[in-house]
């Protein structure tokens, strides 16, 4: 490349990345939104969620007992898990579970359940009816469940006892000796990557995706319909050197958001992997973080190109948004799909398809696995489909008809 | 004889079936403001672009007097396109500064050469604002600062007064001869004939894709027998104009299908136009 045709490629490409974020909009989708998501995701989500599980076990909740003798303990226990309850008789149906008259009264929840409870001698049946649409009225079953659990816990104890047994021998004849995660031979950092492995990919690829359709769009179909693409077209410069200066910025603005989404992602694992004995800073080599770099590096030249080379096919921004949103399953799919292949023994062909392969090396490299075989494959396919999807690209740009709009 | 400048030699570009430009022979001189006037569709803006290398023709050569390609000269070239492409996140120097690098002009020079014209334009004060809040006028004023910045030889002007108050137009057309007393060159696509007579000093009528007339104000009114430009214009225009589909051309068959599919029949009659409400 030209000292001249350098000065322009970055010409193009920074007024793209000035343009663009001098939205203050832009800056939000691609800073804000990027930086908080995951710690919104894993520390705020879970402190709402302890609050509202705080809620429900405050709840004072009023049941209904129906019954033809209610154990005295077995009432102690469900008054002490805050549940007020009246004792009724037992209604005469087939099976306990049937609703009979007292549908209306869960339905409208003047009660938040009903217990019913017979004794059939040394056994007793049960049935709990609630409304599973109602927060209290589920609340109230899981309540009694864990109460009738405890008491049957209980009973069958009492029974071993009875019978001249040891108890622990009797219910627990099989015993794991010490401590689980002892017997573990992989080490905090390589569980870390493991557990990583399961989202980094994921993450990468679909907000490289998502977070590059809008600067695409904006580049390409948007210039094309605000009539300043003519204009560009007729500067000294080569189709080659504006798809160069927009790819650049393009690959800037989501290469800004994607790092930003992942240092989100590492600061909420951080933080959870303060206050947890499981979870740790992953163990990678030099290698493999550098093989991370060039993979994220080839997977984005692909994405960027393939979105600029669509959205510059479309006549307007509406066109190209309904084509780039929808292709978005062919990045979620194979990504959703790669999840869930075993990498034990993986075969080689895995690795030459596209998508598939970067996800799953990346995958490998966050659990520091580096075999050369798999990496041979995944960067040399990678650079042909980067290869394909930057050659697409540029037959789009070559096109006479871009200059023209149907909007 | 002034010096040619760009030959036009045969030339004819289809967008698929519709023939946009049909045997387009024309010399562009040196030192001349040279009128492209035709109705909306005569093919003035494809003309244009062929001009600016945008467009490649199907047949015949746009090329530089010394054979070399249009595309070489682009450095030499100032183009106001008709929706004036300017960037509305960008302040109108911005806009003209983007251009003049992407010309290899450094900063200085460009801001030295708009300075100047902004004067005249009276856009000075403009430069730093926003082309966001512009009115069309301003907008075709900042790209036409944008066109001259670098210095260019040749201009390319698409409508370069349309939507124009009378004060903005007349300063915009005595730039233009301003341009062309200095020695530049200008290539000014119009519909409005009278404006044309004012600025131009060579008149190119196009209808439905051909050259219908080609020389000054006067030798157009000897050669057509008339006594004004719009008689002229008028009898050598006769047959119906066609609509403008350049634009159009490129859509899918299946998309086209799928468009007339969801439109419904425009009603013919008011009891009809009645009946749909």
Same mark, same amino acid.
């Given at each position: 490349?030209?000292?001249g045709s350098f000065?322009r490629?970055r010409?193009?490409?920074?007024?793209?990345?000035v343009?663009?974020?001098?939205?203050?909009?832009t800056?939000?989708?691609i800073i804000?939104i990027?930086?908080l998501?995951?710690?919104?995701?894993?520390?705020?989500?879970?402190v709402l969620?302890?609050?509202? &599980?705080?809620? *429900?076990d405050?709840?004072e909740?009023?049941?209904v007992?129906q019954?033809d003798?209610l154990?005295?303990?077995?009432?102690?226990n469900?008054?002490l898990n805050?549940m007020?309850f &009246?004792?009724?008789?037992?209604?005469?149906?087939t099976?306990?579970?049937e609703?009979g008259d007292?549908?209306?009264?869960?339905?409208?929840?003047? &009660?938040?359940?009903?217990l019913?409870f017979e004794s059939?001698d040394?056994v007793?049946?049960?049935a709990?009816l609630?409304?599973?649409?109602?927060?209290?009225?589920?609340e109230?079953?899981n309540r009694l469940?864990?109460?009738?659990?405890?008491?049957e816990?209980?009973?069958?104890?009492?029974?071993i006892v @009875? %019978?001249?047994m040891?108890?622990?021998?009797t219910?627990?004849?099989?015993?794991?000796?010490?401590?689980?995660?002892?017997?573990?031979?992989?080490?905090?950092?390589?569980q870390? %990557?493991?557990?990583?492995?399961?989202?980094?990919?994921?993450? *990468?690829?679909?907000?490289t995706?998502?977070s590059?359709?809008q600067?695409?769009?904006d580049?390409?179909?948007?210039?094309?319909?605000r009539?300043?693409?003519?204009a560009l077209?007729?500067l000294?410069c080569?189709?080659?050197?504006l798809?160069?200066g927009k790819w650049?910025?393009?690959a800037t603005?989501t290469?800004? %958001?994607v790092?930003?989404?992942?240092?989100?992602?590492l600061?909420a694992?951080?933080y959870l992997?303060s206050?947890?004995?499981?979870?740790?800073?992953? @163990?990678?080599?030099?290698?493999?973080i550098?093989?991370i770099?060039?993979?994220?590096?080839?997977f984005?030249v692909?994405?960027?190109?393939?979105?600029?080379?669509?959205?510059?096919?479309s006549?307007? /921004?509406?066109?190209?948004?309904?084509?780039l949103?929808p292709?978005?399953m062919l990045i979620?799919f194979p990504a959703?799909?790669t @999840?869930v292949i075993n990498l034990d023994g993986i075969?080689?062909f895995?690795?030459?398809?596209p998508v /598939?392969?970067?996800l799953l090396?990346?995958?490998e490299l966050?659990?520091?696995?580096?075999?050369?075989e798999?990496v041979?494959?995944?960067?040399?396919?990678? /650079?042909?489909?980067?290869?394909?999807?930057?050659?697409?690209?540029?037959? @789009?740009?070559n096109?006479?008809?871009i200059v023209?709009?149907l909007? | 004889? #002034?010096?040619t400048? $760009?030959?036009?030699?045969?030339?004819?570009?289809n967008f698929?079936?519709?023939e946009? $430009?049909?045997?387009i022979?024309?010399?562009?001189?040196s030192g001349?403001i040279?009128g492209?006037?035709?109705?909306?569709g005569a093919?003035?803006?494809?003309?244009?672009?062929l001009?600016?290398?945008v467009y490649?023709p199907t047949?015949?050569?746009?090329n530089?007097s010394?054979?070399?390609?249009?595309t070489?000269m682009r450095?030499e070239?100032?183009?106001?396109?008709?929706s004036?492409?300017?960037y509305?996140r960008l302040?109108?120097?911005?806009?003209?500064r983007y251009?003049?690098?992407?010309?290899g002009i450094s900063?200085?020079?460009?801001?030295? +050469?708009t300075?100047?014209f902004?004067?005249?334009?009276?856009?000075?004060d403009s430069l730093?604002?926003?082309t966001?809040?512009f009115?069309?006028?301003m907008?075709?004023k900042?790209a !036409?600062?944008?066109a001259l910045a670098?210095?260019?030889n040749? !201009?390319?002007l698409?409508e #370069?007064?349309a939507?124009?108050d009378?004060?903005?137009?007349?300063?915009v +057309?005595?730039?233009?001869r301003? !341009? +062309?007393d200095?020695g530049?060159t200008?290539?000014?696509?119009?519909?409005q004939?009278?404006e044309a007579?004012?600025?131009?000093?060579?008149i190119?009528?196009?209808?439905n894709g051909?050259i219908r007339a080609?020389?000054?104000?006067?030798?157009?009114?000897?050669n057509t027998?008339?006594?004004? !430009?719009e008689e002229?214009?008028?009898?050598?225009t006769l047959?119906?104009?066609?609509?403008r589909?350049e634009?159009n051309?490129r859509e899918?068959?299946?998309t086209?299908?799928?468009? +007339?599919?969801?439109?419904?029949?425009t009603p013919?009659?008011?009891?009809e136009?009645?009946?749909d409400?």
């Amino acid at each position: 490349m030209s000292e001249g045709s350098f000065l322009r490629v970055r010409a193009i490409a920074k007024k793209e990345v000035v343009e663009f974020t001098r939205d203050w909009r832009t800056i939000i989708a691609i800073i804000v939104i990027p930086l908080l998501m995951f710690p919104l995701l894993f520390i705020l989500f879970p402190v709402l969620l302890e609050s509202e &599980t705080a809620e *429900l076990d405050a709840l004072e909740l009023s049941i209904v007992i129906q019954t033809d003798g209610l154990p005295d303990n077995l009432g102690e226990n469900i008054s002490l898990n805050s549940m007020d309850f &009246t004792i009724e008789l037992l209604p005469n149906l087939t099976h306990l579970s049937e609703p009979g008259d007292d549908l209306e009264r869960v339905r409208s929840s003047s &009660t938040d359940a009903i217990l019913r409870f017979e004794s059939n001698d040394d056994v007793w049946s049960y049935a709990i009816l609630h409304l599973s649409t109602s927060e209290r009225s589920n609340e109230a079953r899981n309540r009694l469940l864990s109460t009738l659990s405890e008491w049957e816990s209980s009973e069958i104890r009492e029974r071993i006892v @009875q %019978g001249g047994m040891d108890v622990n021998a009797t219910l627990d004849p099989l015993r794991w000796d010490g401590d689980i995660s002892d017997a573990d031979v992989a080490t905090t950092g390589e569980q870390s %990557g493991m557990i990583l492995s399961m989202f980094i990919p994921l993450v *990468l690829a679909i907000w490289t995706y998502s977070s590059a359709i809008q600067p695409s769009i904006d580049m390409t179909a948007g210039e094309r319909e605000r009539g300043t693409l003519e204009a560009l077209l007729c500067l000294p410069c080569t189709r080659m050197e504006l798809l160069l200066g927009k790819w650049f910025a393009v690959a800037t603005i989501t290469g800004v %958001g994607v790092l930003l989404q992942i240092f989100g992602l590492l600061f909420a694992i951080g933080y959870l992997a303060s206050s947890s004995t499981f979870l740790g800073v992953p @163990q990678l080599s030099i290698l493999s973080i550098g093989l991370i770099i060039l993979s994220i590096m080839l997977f984005a030249v692909m994405v960027v190109a393939f979105e600029l080379a669509l959205a510059m096919r479309s006549h307007s /921004v509406k066109e190209a948004g309904s084509i780039l949103a929808p292709a978005l399953m062919l990045i979620l799919f194979p990504a959703l799909f790669t @999840q869930v292949i075993n990498l034990d023994g993986i075969e080689g062909f895995w690795f030459a398809i596209p998508v /598939v392969n970067i996800l799953l090396a990346l995958r490998e490299l966050l659990m520091n696995r580096v075999i050369t075989e798999h990496v041979l494959i995944w960067a040399l396919s990678s /650079v042909v489909y980067a290869s394909l999807a930057a050659y697409y690209a540029s037959r @789009q740009f070559n096109r006479e008809d871009i200059v023209t709009s149907l909007s | 004889m #002034p010096k040619t400048l $760009l030959s036009i030699q045969g030339v004819s570009k289809n967008f698929d079936e519709i023939e946009a $430009l049909c045997e387009i022979n024309l010399d562009i001189h040196s030192g001349e403001i040279v009128g492209l006037v035709g109705s909306n569709g005569a093919g003035k803006t494809t003309l244009l672009r062929l001009m600016a290398g945008v467009y490649k023709p199907t047949s015949g050569t746009v090329n530089l007097s010394n054979g070399k390609p249009v595309t070489s000269m682009r450095h030499e070239l100032g183009v106001v396109p008709e929706s004036t492409g300017l960037y509305s996140r960008l302040t109108a120097w911005e806009n003209i500064r983007y251009h003049s690098r992407m010309h290899g002009i450094s900063d200085s020079v460009s801001w030295a +050469r708009t300075e100047k014209f902004a004067e005249h334009l009276d856009m000075k004060d403009s430069l730093s604002r926003h082309t966001k809040g512009f009115s069309r006028g301003m907008k075709q004023k900042t790209a !036409l600062l944008r066109a001259l910045a670098h210095g260019p030889n040749i !201009l390319l002007l698409d409508e #370069p007064t349309a939507g124009l108050d009378i004060t903005s137009a007349r300063t915009v +057309r005595a730039l233009v001869r301003q !341009l +062309r007393d200095e020695g530049g060159t200008v290539i000014y696509s119009t519909h409005q004939l009278a404006e044309a007579e004012q600025v131009c000093d060579r008149i190119v009528i196009i209808h439905n894709g051909e050259i219908r007339a080609d020389g000054s104000p006067t030798i157009l009114l000897e050669n057509t027998g008339t006594d004004s !430009l719009e008689e002229a214009y008028v009898s050598l225009t006769l047959d119906q104009a066609r609509t403008r589909k350049e634009d159009n051309a490129r859509e899918s068959a299946f998309t086209g299908w799928w468009r +007339r599919l969801f439109t419904p029949r425009t009603p013919t009659t008011t009891r009809e136009v009645i009946e749909d409400e």
